[in-house]
T-cell receptor, first 111, second 110 residues
């Protein structure tokens, strides 16, 4: 039983395209996150959602938008993809102030 | 606001000890520690809450000095399986703001 799942695992696309990454958790957690890990391995928080409300929105381009249809899902939509968007994107979930459980990651490559 | 970790990288022989430090410029509510192996997602090791409590997990333990806004991860008698990149993660008092540190690459060799 996968706790946090992401699809797709790999995503290769052309510059300018729009793409989405899906995330689902079956742990009953209240908070979900999206992280970007670049080639230097830095883990940068992009968004977090608590009970369907955005509580952190880091200085990411507005081409990125999180969508949470319900407490178990937090999808990431990216418009007009750029070369610099190439990275591994991780979804995670947790109870407040508690350990975070990560999904397996989505490796996005923009050509 | 990203915590700074030191050292950036360390190479150990099996059985040796290591300390990884995490320092923040902000007052902290809690510190998390995670390990990430190559090609995998980060995995939770432990969390330390405000109060300076030291926690242990097998041969890995950690401390949290909230006055200095610092945490240290102690790895004793290292094993090959300890290899990976270690990240601290900090929650700031002012809300649910969570930031991962700069990371420390640890390699254990036979």
């Amino acid at each position: 039983d996968t706790a946090v799942s992401q699809t797709p695992k790999y995503l290769v696309t052309q510059m300018g395209n729009d793409k989405s990454i899906k995330c689902e958790q079956n742990l009953g957690h209240d908070t979900m996150y999206w992280y970007k890990q670049d080639s230097k391995k830095f883990l940068k928080i992009m968004f977090s959602y608590n009970n369907k409300e955005l509580i952190i929105n880091e200085t990411v381009p507005n081409r990125f938008s999180p969508k949470s249809p319900d407490k178990a899902h937090l999808n990431l939509h990216i418009n007009s993809l750029e070369l610099g968007d190439s990275a591994v994107y991780f979804c995670a979930s947790s109870h407040p102030y508690n350990e975070q459980f990560f999904g397996p990651g989505t490796r996005l490559t923009v050509l | 606001q990203q915590p700074v970790q030191s050292p950036q990288a360390v190479i150990l022989r099996e059985g040796e000890d290591a300390v990884i430090n995490c320092s923040s410029s902000k007052a902290l509510y809690s510190v998390h520690w995670y390990r990430q192996k190559h090609g995998e997602a980060p995995v939770f090791l432990m969390i330390l809450l405000k109060g300076g409590e030291q926690k242990g997990h097998e041969k890995i333990s950690a401390s949290f000095n909230e006055k200095k806004q610092q945490s240290s991860l102690y790895l004793t008698a290292s094993q090959l399986s300890y290899s990976g990149t270690y990240f601290c993660g900090t929650e700031i008092n002012t809300g649910n703001q969570f930031y991962f540190g700069t990371g420390t690459s640890l390699t254990v060799i036979p």
